[in-house]
């Protein structure tokens, strides 16, 4: 029992760390106001786009295009947009 508790906290934690570094992704790329990275347990990250009312910039889409970019390097993540679940089903 204390084992499954200590693994449920480490993995929590984990997925903390790996918010803590999408944010730091999308600060670093300037695009805090164009998306939002959302760590989902320790591999897998939507994003949500956060203006939906208005097409992005030049600058805002090259913004969003570096903050993908950080995220497709790194191999051992998986990215979707939110709503595309079912596609890893």
């Given at each position: 029992?204390?084992?499954?508790?200590?693994?449920?906290?480490?993995?929590?934690?984990d997925q903390g760390q790996l918010q803590?570094?999408?944010?730091h992704?999308?600060?670093t790329c300037?695009?805090?106001q164009v998306v939002r990275?959302?760590?989902?347990?320790?591999?897998?990250v939507s994003f949500d786009m956060l203006r939906r009312e208005a097409l992005p910039s030049v600058?805002?889409?090259n913004a969003l295009q570096c903050a993908l970019d950080k995220v497709r390097s790194r191999k051992d993540l998986q990215i979707g947009s939110t709503g595309n679940e079912a596609r890893n089903k």
């Open positions: 029992m204390i084992a499954l508790a200590l693994l449920a906290a480490g993995a929590a934690g803590r570094q999408l944010d992704m999308v600060a300037r695009a805090d990275l959302v760590a989902h347990g320790t591999d897998r600058s805002e889409t």
